[in-house]
């Protein structure tokens, strides 16, 4: 996730959704343009010998960039803190969260299981702690496919009403395209997002047989529900927007 007070945004990273691709493609600008005070960026760090789960955030405070207050109020937030977390945070700050463009980038449901999926027997390999302790990925893809995932995509977005919260959702599948109107609502430079995290398996649906494609649209419907209601080229999308 990444807020920016001066622009007035606010990232919500899901999973294997081109979060990393798009956060690290603003992180690299704001830093460039020494915008870095403005950007609080929170990236899970996991795998290193440093404890802190956000990077960004401990950098801030060993240097004396936060405030005693502010440093309370970021770490109610890590790299993929839905909407509802955000929200309330800001309700108990009384930051109308109404003054900032809220987005998230949204994926195909069935492609982006196949994606975790190999992306965690990846990390496993590397003997990544948090994959080798998940037992789901050393067993089938079809036991992992309706295993219970932390988060479904659709409870990333949504507010405490079950309203989808975000201004604007872009399509895993229009990338570049959706990216580029993202930077021009948050006024910075177009940039070419670069593929990062990018796990090596056959197309989707290779791994898929009638049964499990039934019971994943009814574990994950309200997923594809959001899926299928966003057009591949539109600018705003009437379905977001807080309500």
Known sequence: MIISHSKKFIFIHIPKCAGTSVRRS??????????ERDLISFRNYHWGKNNDRNVDLAWKIKHKKLTEKQIVFYKKFNQHSPYKCIESAFKKENINLDDYFKFSF???PWERRVSQYFFGKQQAKKNRPFFLRNKYY???FKNFALSPPPLHQYESIVNSRGKI???FIGRFDNLQEDFDYVCERIEIPK???SHRNKTDHE???????????????LEYADDIEVFNRLPIKRRENPACGSQ
Not at 26 to 35: A, G, T
Not at 203 to 217: G, I, K, P, V
Request: aromatic residues 18%; proline residues 0%; charged residues 30%.
């Open 165 to 167: 919260g975000v201004d």
């Open 106 to 108: 949204f994926r195909n």
């Open 26 to 35: 603003i992180e690299d600008y704001f830093c460039e343009n020494n915008m």
């Open 203 to 217: 197309h989707y649906m290779e791994y898929y047989d009638d049964e499990l494609m039934n019971s994943f649209a």
């Open 191 to 193: 940039m070419e997002l």
């Open 138 to 140: 050393q067993e089938s």
